[in-house]
Structure formats: structure tokens, C-alpha cells
């Protein structure tokens, strides 16, 4: 069953419940998806070279979240990142921000998000300045996700960087070989929680003196009170020669869409990867429904372009 098929059969009942909710931008996609190669896309005239025969082929869409569209460019992206990888050991961090300011994250996504690269990097760029084996400009690769596997919005920043920074005045690279270690992740998560409020401060948001960790709003008593935490989280960890994690993001670069649709016997249901398990769990199906993932198209389309 094509995507552009299902967002037919349940755009209305999906805006019924959630058009007061839903960004502009999240509208475009809907829009793009539910047209990629149908009859209401525009078509391009193809023509074997052999026989001459001619078929008319419907346009893609070409937006950054469709799955048909986005394959190509995520194949693309990861052999250019390969092709610059240098001799030192990967490690994969991840900088996750605090569940008291998703409400604020999520009121002001282009702030926060931006806020979350810039300052992960330079608390990355910091600690590599000061290392007694780098002492030098290192690089990375930063890709943000917004969601974890089951949907949940959780956003947390992948950095991708090698043990390795370059020495400006001997031109060479200073690695740190054999230690398997890069920096310690209680004191990145200091600096990166020091950064982040200060940006969020500059920018003249309010930080929640109040969260209600039950989801009710304004908090109902002094014990239920949570400010933001004085403990962040920043997991660090070996990824060898880092092809695995490059794939890993490359996956969810370009193609955001995975996830499971389902329509039986009326349910209508949309949900992502149960974490550790080979099935999706679908709530509301009696016990768990083993489906097949979501399989890549492997088609390249000249006509795709990033939305």
C-alpha cells in the first residue's frame, strides 16, 4: 500500500482531530505526501531507448520526509560522509534535553533546536581545545532528532566525531589512539546544560520555575514541584570506525517516515519501533502484531529535491 493511498483514505478523520495542532509546515508535507506519484502530480514523458516506447510517469514529490523521495539522497549523503572519514577511532554522543523544558522546546522549536546543535558543538569543540592529547580543531557531524523510536517527543541531539583534531601550527592530526575514551560525560553534560540556559536566557525565554511532572499544568503542591534539573543527560560510546553510526543517522536524515501504518477493521493506528524488539506494537490490538518493517525504495529519482 503506497503512503499517498492511506493519507487518502484518512486525511479527514486525522484533521478532524488534530488541525488546531498541526504547524505549516507539517500541513506542506501532508499536502506533498498525499500527491507523490499519483494522477495528481505532475508527469514526465520517458522513453526507451530501444523500442521507442513511451510511458508517462508521474512525478515525486521531492520532500525531505517522504520515504519514496528520500532514499536516494540518504545514499548520497552517506557516501560523501565515508569518503571524509579520517584514521581514528569514532565515538557516537548523544545530548538529550530535559523533559521539564520540552514545553518550551516545543513552543519554540526554532530556537531550541538551534540552540541544542550550536551549543552541543561548541561544548564539543571546548573540551577538545583543552584535551591533553587533541589540543586542536576537531570535527563532527550533527544531526537532530525530534522523536524517539515509539513517537514520544523527545529531542536530543547525534554527534558523530572522531578522537582526532588537528594541529593548526604542525598542520598534522593529534589522535588519542587506543584509549577508547573520548571525554567524560558527567562534565560535558555540565557545560551543555551552562550553554543551553544561557542561550535560552539571551534569547529572552522564560525557563519553567513549575513543571508538573503528571501533565496537569500548573503544579498542585511543593512536592509535586520540579524546576529544571541540576543533572543532564550526554551518553558517550565507541562506534568503532564509525560506519555503523553514519548509517545509523543516514537513515533518518532524509527519510523520516519510519514508522507503521495500519487500517483493520477500522482501526486506524500510527506507531513507531518498540526499543530491544523485532515488532511493532500496535495499542489496542490484542497482544503484539508482528509486521513486516518498512521496506527502502531503491529507485533513484532525478526529480527529487529536498522540500
Same mark, same amino acid.
Given at each position: 500500500?503506497?503512503?499517498?493511498?492511506?493519507?487518502?483514505?484518512?486525511?479527514?478523520?486525522?484533521?478532524?482531530?488534530?488541525?488546531?495542532?498541526?504547524?505549516?509546515?507539517?500541513?506542506?508535507?501532508?499536502?506533498?505526501?498525499?500527491?507523490?506519484?499519483?494522477?495528481?502530480?505532475?508527469?514526465?514523458?520517458?522513453?526507451?531507448?530501444?523500442?521507442?516506447?513511451?510511458?508517462?510517469?508521474? +512525478?515525486?514529490?521531492?520532500?525531505?520526509?517522504?520515504?519514496?523521495?528520500?532514499?536516494?539522497?540518504?545514499?548520497?549523503?552517506?557516501?560523501?560522509?565515508?569518503?571524509?572519514?579520517?584514521?581514528?577511532?569514532?565515538?557516537?554522543?548523544?545530548?538529550?534535553?530535559?523533559?521539564?523544558?520540552?514545553?518550551?522546546?516545543?513552543?519554540?522549536?526554532?530556537?531550541?533546536?538551534?540552540?541544542?546543535?550550536?551549543?552541543?558543538?561548541?561544548?564539543?569543540?571546548?573540551?577538545?581545545?583543552?584535551?591533553? +592529547?587533541?589540543?586542536?580543531?576537531?570535527?563532527?557531524?550533527?544531526?537532530?532528532?525530534?522523536?524517539?523510536?515509539?513517537?514520544?517527543? +523527545?529531542?536530543?541531539?547525534?554527534?558523530?566525531?572522531?578522537?582526532?583534531?588537528?594541529?593548526?601550527?604542525?598542520?598534522?592530526?593529534?589522535?588519542?589512539?587506543?584509549?577508547?575514551?573520548?571525554?567524560?560525560?558527567?562534565?560535558?553534560?555540565?557545560?551543555?546544560?551552562?550553554?543551553?540556559?544561557?542561550?535560552?536566557?539571551?534569547?529572552?525565554?522564560?525557563?519553567?520555575?513549575?513543571?508538573?511532572?503528571?501533565?496537569?499544568?500548573?503544579?498542585?503542591?511543593?512536592?509535586?514541584?520540579?524546576?529544571?534539573?541540576?543533572?543532564?543527560?550526554?551518553?558517550?560510546?565507541?562506534?568503532?570506525?564509525?560506519?555503523?553510526?553514519?548509517?545509523?543517522?543516514?537513515?533518518?536524515?532524509?527519510?523520516?517516515?519510519?514508522?507503521?501504518?495500519?487500517?483493520?477493521?477500522?482501526?486506524?493506528?500510527?506507531?513507531?519501533?518498540?526499543?530491544?524488539?523485532?515488532?511493532?506494537?500496535?495499542?489496542?490490538?490484542?497482544?503484539?502484531?508482528?509486521?513486516?518493517?518498512?521496506?527502502?525504495?531503491?529507485?533513484?529519482?532525478?526529480?527529487?529535491?529536498?522540500?
Amino acid at each position: 500500500m503506497q503512503l499517498s493511498s492511506i493519507i487518502q483514505t484518512f486525511e479527514a478523520d486525522f484533521l478532524a482531530a488534530y488541525q488546531n495542532t498541526l504547524l505549516p509546515s507539517q500541513r506542506k508535507a501532508l499536502d506533498a505526501l498525499k500527491q507523490c506519484r499519483t494522477t495528481q502530480s505532475p508527469v514526465m514523458l520517458a522513453q526507451c531507448d530501444g523500442c521507442e516506447k513511451q510511458v508517462l510517469i508521474p +512525478h515525486s514529490c521531492g520532500h525531505r520526509s517522504c520515504p519514496h523521495c528520500q532514499h536516494y539522497e540518504s545514499q548520497q549523503w552517506l557516501e560523501r560522509q565515508l569518503k571524509k572519514q579520517v584514521p581514528a577511532e569514532y565515538f557516537l554522543l548523544t545530548f538529550t534535553l530535559p523533559e521539564e523544558l520540552r514545553p518550551l522546546a516545543w513552543q519554540h522549536q526554532r530556537t531550541l533546536y538551534d540552540l541544542m546543535i550550536r551549543c552541543s558543538w561548541e561544548t564539543l569543540k571546548t573540551f577538545a581545545q583543552n584535551d591533553p +592529547h587533541l589540543q586542536g580543531k576537531a570535527g563532527a557531524i550533527s544531526v537532530l532528532h525530534t522523536h524517539s523510536r515509539r513517537l514520544d517527543y +523527545h529531542p536530543h541531539v547525534h554527534v558523530v566525531m572522531p578522537a582526532a583534531a588537528i594541529d593548526a601550527d604542525e598542520r598534522l592530526w593529534r589522535t588519542k589512539a587506543g584509549k577508547s575514551y573520548l571525554f567524560n560525560h558527567k562534565a560535558l553534560a555540565k557545560v551543555f546544560r551552562a550553554k543551553l540556559l544561557a542561550g535560552v536566557r539571551e534569547q529572552g525565554l522564560e525557563l519553567p520555575a513549575c513543571y508538573d511532572p503528571q501533565g496537569g499544568g500548573e503544579c498542585r503542591n511543593r512536592k509535586e514541584r520540579v524546576s529544571v534539573p541540576k543533572t543532564w543527560v550526554v551518553d558517550v560510546k565507541s562506534v568503532g570506525s564509525g560506519d555503523k553510526a553514519l548509517v545509523y543517522l543516514g537513515r533518518y536524515l532524509y527519510n523520516h517516515m519510519d514508522v507503521v501504518y495500519a487500517g483493520f477493521a477500522g482501526a486506524k493506528t500510527c506507531q513507531g519501533r518498540d526499543p530491544g524488539k523485532g515488532y511493532y506494537r500496535l495499542p489496542g490490538w490484542p497482544g503484539d502484531l508482528p509486521l513486516p518493517r518498512r521496506q527502502n525504495q531503491t529507485d533513484a529519482n532525478p526529480n527529487a529535491v529536498r522540500a
